[in-house]
């Protein structure tokens, strides 16, 4: 059933085509604040369902917890549980589940292997994919619930672990703890409910994201009962809602930049107060257009409701430096002391904890409110696939319900009732000087800090590039390191990083993508926590213990367990040669590589093709033809320039049929240069890291090159040996 878009007045601030892709009749539609409010709202709904749901995330996690809020409601917590019992009882229902086939930095942060645990705990008609059709560097962001084609649920929230918390966000709350029993800290977001063609529509954005990944087109077949979830109070009916996307350009996909659009034509109807929360805030374009808006009309009012500091290394080096930017930009322009960026804190008794702000939202006056996936940061306006949803108020009740909202949301920070926030607001005539005087329970709003300097410039363009990562980037990357980058240029870089791919020297991709793909690696086991597996002393005091006899057998074993774990082959290789030197580090990564390889492969022939297909997705089917195809010489060159994992190449090729003495070959052939490069020079690079100075890192950074200039060639020498066969 397709949905019709609505004819709008002139003078609306949505505008279909241009800053959103559609806008669409909703019957009832309400926010939903915070992840108790969501999660069992959302129960509520699946447990309705009858035919479809199709779940869409930036991350999923199998042990997210959908705590029980019904006294009738018998089906378990976890959401793996709760989805295998629920297709139990319904045959009829089919649930499909599509995850990002998330990049390695977030290896330490996310669940491995997702699709085994819920093939391996949910009958058939639960389906997970990977989604991996996006440009190189970006994500899939979007959060999307779709129930029976009816009820659409979008917004800030993924169904993953420390997510949940309540209204209160208590600094010692019993209940918020993730699957290990760690407790976190109080963590605020937002998502949105709504039905009629809305829901449909957002259903099309889903389902468009499914067939890219997955090459499957779903139908919509509007179910004829109601799975509204009961007991959620409507702030809305017979409204209607505008949605934009963020669609990065790849694979002939076009472009669609609706969500930087509307950021920046709501701004410009600003004419009081515009309120925020956002996770990050750096997209220097969002901060120019406020300045200028602001400058323009004297009396507008900003309050950003945001988090206190980042804690991830990345982060830490970006978004905090990338905010103080835009704060500077707002203050070269004079309007800083009408602009406050505030985070929540909470205290209870002797404890005192710093709300983590999530959400995605913008109230620009009492006109228009939008909640969605996307950040004020580089990367939701060009990069990740994103989706808000926005309401424009046509009516004085539209209004008053969008104030409402508002008001909501800062009686959520500040401890108090949404009517004491507007009273608040009557008395003062501010909505600064309400969101900086209220306060109870021990909530209140403070003030953030960020520090001065500019974000590491060769880190920024990949943490919040404007575009898809390319070689562009890397050739400004590569420019800073070699001439000494300032903090000023390293701040423009991220806003003109972009997918472009030069036409003048096509030929260098491959070593622009394997340049990424190392620094991917680095970045990860060397900044997370991570780091700790492929510490020297770790290492060496795992092998200490072992007779001289039985250390080879150790290593062996340790590259087998670790590579069949996901395990990058790469650092496990550096840390053989760290650890027992050039020579015997050789000896051993060679050995332990090749038997890591085949491990991999023996799993996958004893596993067959049907479930790592079905795990893996489009991208792989194509990777297992090439390789069914050309033997040894496909599996060269797919280990010369790494387009899967080491282990998935591995599973795939024994899966696949693959010849044992091709796959063996290849393999060597393959990962020699890698070995032989971090054998004997994995001690320097490793001293460039842990110590550096101009020198070391220079010789790092030359030994790098030598080693993808040698894949690269060993990789032209296998495709055109390759292409020869008849």
């Given at each position: ?195 009629g063609s809305a829901a449909r529509a957002l259903g099309e954005v889903a389902k468009a994201r499914w067939f890219r990944a997955t090459g499957e087109r779903l139908p919509t077949c509007v179910a004829s009962h109601d799975p509204w979830p009961a007991g959620v109070k409507l702030d809305l009916v017979d409204t209607r809602l505008g949605i934009a996307r963020t669609v990065p350009c790849c694979e002939g996909q076009v472009e669609a930049r609706e969500v930087e659009a509307l ?464």
């Amino acid at each position: 059933m397709s949905v019709e878009a609505v004819e709008l007045d002139p003078d609306c601030i949505l505008r279909p085509g241009h800053n959103v892709w559609r806008v669409a009749e909703a019957d009832r539609a309400a926010v939903l604040i915070d992840g108790e409010g969501y999660f069992s709202a959302l129960r509520r709904s699946l447990t309705a369902a009858r035919n479809s749901v199709l779940i869409v995330g930036w991350d999923i996690h199998s042990k997210t917890r959908l705590p029980r809020t019904d006294p009738d409601d018998d089906l378990p917590e976890t959401l793996v549980d709760f989805l295998g019992a629920l297709a139990r009882r319904r045959p009829e229902l089919t649930i499909r589940l599509l995850l990002w086939n998330y990049s390695v930095l977030l290896a330490a942060e996310r669940e491995w292997f997702p699709s085994f645990v819920i093939d391996q705990r949910t009958p058939e008609q639960v389906i997970l994919r990977l989604d991996d059709r996006l440009p190189f560097g970006s994500s899939q962001h979007q959060k999307i619930v779709l129930v029976d084609d009816r009820v659409a649920f979008v917004g800030g929230i993924d169904l993953t672990v420390r997510r949940w918390d309540t209204s209160s966000h208590r600094p010692d709350d019993p209940a918020r703890v993730d699957p290990d029993g760690k407790p976190y800290a109080p963590f605020h977001d937002v998502q949105l409910v709504a039905d009629g063609s809305a829901a449909r529509a957002l259903g099309e954005v889903a389902k468009a994201r499914w067939f890219r990944a997955t090459g499957e087109r779903l139908p919509t077949c509007v179910a004829s009962h109601d799975p509204w979830p009961a007991g959620v109070k409507l702030d809305l009916v017979d409204t209607r809602l505008g949605i934009a996307r963020t669609v990065p350009c790849c694979e002939g996909q076009v472009e669609a930049r609706e969500v930087e659009a509307l950021f920046l034509d709501s701004i410009d109807r600003a004419r009081r107060s515009i309120y925020i929360e956002n996770q990050f805030v750096t997209a220097s374009a969002v901060a120019e257009k406020l300045a200028q808006r602001m400058r323009e009309v004297p009396g507008l009012e900003l309050l950003v409701i945001t988090p206190r500091e980042y804690h991830s290394w990345i982060e830490a080096n970006t978004m905090h430096a990338g905010r103080a930017r835009f704060r500077r930009i707002l203050a070269e322009a004079g309007v800083a002391d009408r602009a406050r960026f505030l985070y929540p804190q909470v205290r209870e008794g002797g404890q005192v904890a710093d709300t983590m702000v999530h959400s995605k939202v913008m109230v620009i006056d009492d006109r228009l409110l939008r909640v969605g996936s996307a950040n004020l940061n580089n990367r939701s306006m060009g990069a990740d696939a994103e989706c808000d949803v926005a309401i424009e108020a046509e009516s004085e009740a539209e209004r008053r319900a969008i104030a409402r909202i508002r008001n909501r949301l800062i009686g959520d920070h500040c401890g108090v009732c949404e009517q004491t926030v507007a009273d608040m607001l009557v008395r003062t005539g501010s909505l600064l000087a309400a969101a900086e005087r209220l306060s109870g329970g021990g909530h209140r709003l403070c003030p953030v800090s960020d520090p001065d300097d500019d974000p590491a410039e060769l880190i920024e363009p990949f943490a919040d590039p404007g575009k898809p990562l390319g070689l562009e980037t890397v050739e400004q990357v590569v420019d800073g390191m070699r001439n000494g980058a300032t903090g000023a240029r390293g701040g423009r870089m991220a806003g003109r990083a972009s997918g472009r791919m030069s036409g003048r020297m096509p030929r260098l991709v491959p070593i622009a993508l394997a340049v990424l793909v190392v620094a991917a690696v680095v970045l990860a086991w060397h900044f997370t926590p991570l780091a700790a597996l492929t510490d020297v002393a770790h290492v060496r005091e795992l092998l200490q213990g072992l007779d001289g006899i039985g250390q080879p057998f150790a290593v062996l074993a340790i590259f087998v367990v670790a590579g069949l774990a996901g395990f990058p082959v790469t650092v496990l290789i550096a840390a053989t040669a760290l650890v027992f030197g050039p020579w015997l580090g050789l000896a051993y990564a060679g050995l332990g590589a090749m038997a890591s390889a085949v491990a991999g492969y023996a799993v996958g022939a004893a596993l067959g093709q049907k479930p790592l297909l079905a795990l893996l997705g489009p991208r792989l089917e194509r990777i297992r033809r090439q390789i069914t195809r050309r033997g040894v010489l496909a599996v060269a060159a797919i280990r010369l320039l790494p387009i899967a994992p080491f282990v998935v190449i591995n599973l795939l090729s024994g899966a696949s049929g693959v010849r044992f003495w091709d796959f063996v070959g290849g393999t060597a052939i393959g990962l020699a240069p890698g070995i032989v490069a971090l054998s004997a020079f994995g001690d320097s690079a490793y001293r460039a890291l842990r110590d550096p100075t101009p020198a070391s890192v220079a010789l790092a950074l030359g030994l790098l090159a030598l080693w993808i200039a040698i894949a690269f060639g060993l990789q032209t020498l296998v495709s055109r040996l390759g292409n020869r066969e008849p």
